[in-house]
């Protein structure tokens, strides 16, 4: 069966630092792998994905995700954290055979300044 | 582009009420879904659309709730009668086709509290 799984509840840094949300995801073939964050009382809001190619996908606002298939992992990863990344972030894995997003429990990141 | 739309954004309603929300897609996206966000967890499908027919409603609690898109655009989900546990946030999502690889977009969702 596929599953996402997001180890860390919360995660704390401080604003300036490099932040890492850890995802490592189940499924029996390829993967489709996606992050949102979710502000608050906001919609998700899509922030990037990997289908094929380069391990290392860029998405909005200076986040980046690097894919490691031996690990099966999906870490969203940005080099200096603002405040203003304070949010939810969820990470969710599908596939063409079935097209439904499996959605990880979410991550809470706070930023200090 | 317009995003999706979501009406109306908070709901406070009495349990055995009934209430409807209404979710009007990305122009040109075929498939819709509906799902259910308790405070603090990851979204849960209620039920996904292509055009008008529905792809999976198996996670759709269908004694209570219901959905149609019926000409393939907008849709409403009803939740009759409303218990206390269906206290959660509603958001619809739509992409433009079944492909896996597409991303969904997000409404800002529908803030159901129920006493």
């Known amino acids: 069966a596929q599953s996402v799984a997001q180890p860390e509840d919360q995660v704390n840094v401080a604003e300036g630092n490099p932040l890492t949300v850890k995802c490592t995801y189940s499924?029996?073939?390829?993967?489709?792998l996606f992050w949102y964050v979710q502000y608050p009382n906001r919609g998700l809001q899509f922030l990037l994905k990997?289908?094929?190619?380069d391990n290392l996908v860029k998405g909005s606002y200076g986040f980046e995700a690097e894919f490691n298939k031996s690990q099966t992992s999906f870490h969203l990863k940005k080099p200096s954290a603002l405040v203003s990344d304070s949010a939810l972030y969820f990470c969710?894995?599908?596939?063409?055979?079935?097209?439904?997003?499996?959605w990880g429990a979410g991550t809470k990141l706070i930023i200090k300044p | 582009e317009a995003g999706v739309a979501q009406s109306p954004r908070y709901k406070i309603i009495e349990k055995r009420q009934s209430v409807a929300f209404w979710c009007n897609p990305i122009?040109?996206?075929?498939?819709l879904y509906w799902y259910q966000q308790i405070l603090g967890q990851g979204p849960k499908l209620l039920i996904q659309?292509?055009?008008?027919?529905?792809?999976?409603d198996s996670q759709l609690p269908k004694d209570r709730f219901s959905a149609e898109r019926l000409k393939g655009v907008d849709s409403t989900l009803k939740i009759q009668p409303a218990k206390l546990e269906d206290s959660a946030v509603y958001l619809c999502?739509?992409?433009?086709?079944?492909?896996?690889?597409?991303?969904?977009?997000f409404g800002p969702g529908t803030r159901l509290t129920v006493l």
């Open positions: 999502a739509s992409t433009f086709d079944l492909a896996g690889y597409n991303e969904q977009f």
């Open positions: 499924v029996s073939g390829n993967p489709y």
């Open positions: 122009s040109g996206h075929a498939t």
């Open positions: 990997y289908i094929t190619g």
């Open positions: 659309f292509q055009n008008n027919g529905v792809v999976d």
């Open positions: 969710a894995v599908s596939q063409d055979s079935n097209y439904q997003l499996i």
